[in-house]
């Protein structure tokens, strides 16, 4: 009787126990991957930085409107433009300390002689030259000339449009793969650009809208003066 359960114990097949993860078999994040991240957060913050500057253009007031709270988004605005430009400037400075490819300071300040993709890190530098520029003027803007500043400050739709044609372009691996649109980064850059696109739009008709009210009222107003 012994004999024939260990009998059958032996036939019945044996599941080796699986195997946990150890941290060194989990995939580590590399500088790519890191520069990558900086990237996308990069684009997210331009995207709620651009439009909180159309609240501010069309003079959007959080206390009489939606959400009816006093939000100093003024403030906000700059910060996050600040913010914008530390990450902005920390993306391609990763790539330094990268082994392969090999990137020097001359190809991070100039990259049209880049080891990969010239072209896409070119207009990845347009956009952060672009970004320093807005930043700075906007940050003296109270020792310059309205005018000035904002002749400046057009500058950065210069900047947006560079900043999401690199991210949309650009091999986050660095080996010149084709682009493909469906991919989870490309989409978020692909989202952000259409919230920008929209958030204009409204900005715009709701310029326009508050114009026509105003025109409507000035004759009003002169009747009973």
Same mark, same amino acid.
């Given at each position: 009787?012994?004999?024939?359960?260990?009998?059958?114990?032996?036939?019945?097949?044996?599941?080796?126990?699986?195997?946990?993860?150890?941290?060194?078999?989990?995939?580590?994040?590399?500088?790519?991957?890191?520069?990558?991240?900086?990237?996308?957060?990069?684009?997210?913050?331009?995207?709620?930085?651009?439009?909180?500057?159309?609240?501010?253009?069309?003079?959007?007031?959080?206390?009489?409107?939606?959400?009816?709270?006093?939000?100093?988004?003024?403030?906000?605005h700059n910060w996050?433009?600040?913010?914008?430009?530390?990450?902005?400037?920390?993306?391609?400075?990763?790539?330094?300390?990268?082994?392969?490819?090999?990137?020097?300071?001359?190809?991070?300040?100039?990259?049209?002689?880049?080891?990969?993709?010239?072209?896409?890190?070119?207009?990845?530098?347009?956009?952060?030259?672009?970004?320093? =520029? @807005?930043?700075?003027? %906007? #940050?003296?803007? $109270?020792?310059?000339?309205? &005018?000035?500043?904002? *002749?400046?400050?057009?500058?950065?739709?210069?900047?947006?449009?560079?900043s999401f044609l690199?991210?949309?372009?650009?091999?986050?691996?660095?080996?010149?793969?084709?682009?493909?649109?469906?991919?989870?980064?490309?989409?978020?850059?692909?989202?952000?650009?259409? =919230? @920008?696109?929209?958030? %204009? #739009?409204?900005? $715009?008709?709701?310029?326009? &809208?508050?114009?026509? *009210?105003?025109?409507?009222?000035?004759?009003?107003?002169?009747?009973?003066?």
């Open positions: 009787m012994g004999r024939l359960i260990t009998g059958c114990i032996a036939d019945v097949p044996y599941d080796e126990p699986r195997k946990l993860a150890t941290p060194k078999s989990r995939a580590r994040m590399t500088l790519l991957d890191l520069c990558s991240y900086l990237g996308l957060i990069a684009i997210v913050l331009a995207t709620v930085n651009i439009c909180l500057g159309l609240l501010i253009a069309v003079r959007y007031s959080p206390w009489r409107t939606w959400p009816h709270r006093r939000i100093n988004y003024f403030r906000i996050s433009g600040y913010l914008l430009l530390l990450i902005t400037v920390a993306h391609p400075i990763v790539l330094l300390f990268s082994r392969e490819p090999r990137f020097r300071a001359l190809d991070i300040a100039l990259p049209l002689w880049s080891p990969s993709q010239p072209f896409e890190n070119t207009i990845g530098a347009v956009a952060l030259y672009a970004l320093t =520029v @807005v930043v700075i003027t %906007s #940050y003296y803007r $109270l020792s310059m000339k309205r &005018r000035t500043w904002k *002749r400046f400050h057009y500058v950065v739709y210069v900047a947006a449009a560079a690199h991210g949309l372009l650009t091999d986050p691996h660095l080996k010149n793969s084709p682009v493909d649109y469906f991919d989870g980064e490309k989409v978020l850059v692909e989202v952000c650009f259409l =919230v @920008v696109a929209v958030a %204009s #739009y409204l900005a $715009l008709r709701y310029r326009i &809208r508050k114009q026509a *009210r105003r025109a409507a009222l000035l004759p009003v107003v002169e009747h009973e003066s």
